[in-house]
């Protein structure tokens, strides 16, 4: 069973977490509060986080820098902040994805499993050999996009780039991550590279490159596969 540990103060909001994730089966512990989910997190060493970042306590960006200081299990971020800044901290500090509330559970339960996902298999690029759309197919082994029956040719930066998004279906990979590792630690804070690649892209992959179903810009933060 995958061991979930939900940090929220919202009574109603954490019974509702907690009927949804055991009816997945999910284990589920609960803490209202940051020192608990400090607690919790390391006696029962959870497969996942979810965290709300309005704590009566602790602020949930030092529960995430704390928890990272030992641990790399995925958290997911419960926002009801809407300014973007609160997300890039709470990514800087080393969430791997966010919600904001309201959320559907669907979304939120879709990001979860993304998210645990990543640590099952902790090379996705060596273990996923095809991923399909309804779009195009792309085969990683032999590093070849079809879409239909034809080739699709892509530069050496966009296939680095497509196939870090496509062996992360459905999760946030931020833009730091994405300028590190296409393109190296002098160019973190290029983001308008970020933006002409995905536009690029965009237009071999997508049926209509300008509302793209498949490469998703999260504004401000990063890109998203979905599948
Ligand atoms: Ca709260």
Excluded: C
């Amino acid at each position: 069973m995958v061991k979930v540990l939900v940090v929220e103060d919202d009574a109603q909001l954490v019974r509702a977490l907690r009927i949804n994730l055991e009816a997945r089966k999910f284990e589920v512990a609960t803490a209202s509060d940051g020192n608990n989910a400090l607690r919790l997190a390391a006696a029962r060493k959870p497969d996942v986080i979810v965290l709300d970042l309005g704590l009566p306590d602790i602020d949930g960006i030092d529960v995430i820098k704390e928890v990272r200081r030992t641990s790399g299990v995925p958290i997911l971020v419960l926002s009801a902040r809407h300014t973007s800044e609160e997300k890039i901290r709470a990514l800087d500090a080393g969430a791997d994805d966010y919600v904001t509330k309201p959320f559907s559970m669907d979304e939120l339960l879709a990001r979860l499993r993304a998210a645990v996902r990543r640590v099952e298999i902790p090379a996705p690029a060596q273990e996923i050999s095809m991923v399909s759309t309804d779009e195009f197919t792309v085969d990683l082994i032999a590093k070849k996009v079809s879409r239909g029956d034809r080739t699709v040719r892509l530069t050496p930066t966009e296939w680095h780039l497509l196939e870090i998004l496509i062996t992360n279906p459905g999760r946030l990979i931020s833009q730091r991550k994405l300028l590190l590792d296409v393109w190296g630690p002098t160019y973190a804070e290029h983001t308008n590279y970020l933006r002409v690649y995905m536009a690029q892209l965009r237009r071999k992959l997508e049926a209509d490159p300008s509302h793209p179903r498949y490469l998703i810009t999260e504004p401000g933060m990063g890109y998203r596969f979905e599948g």
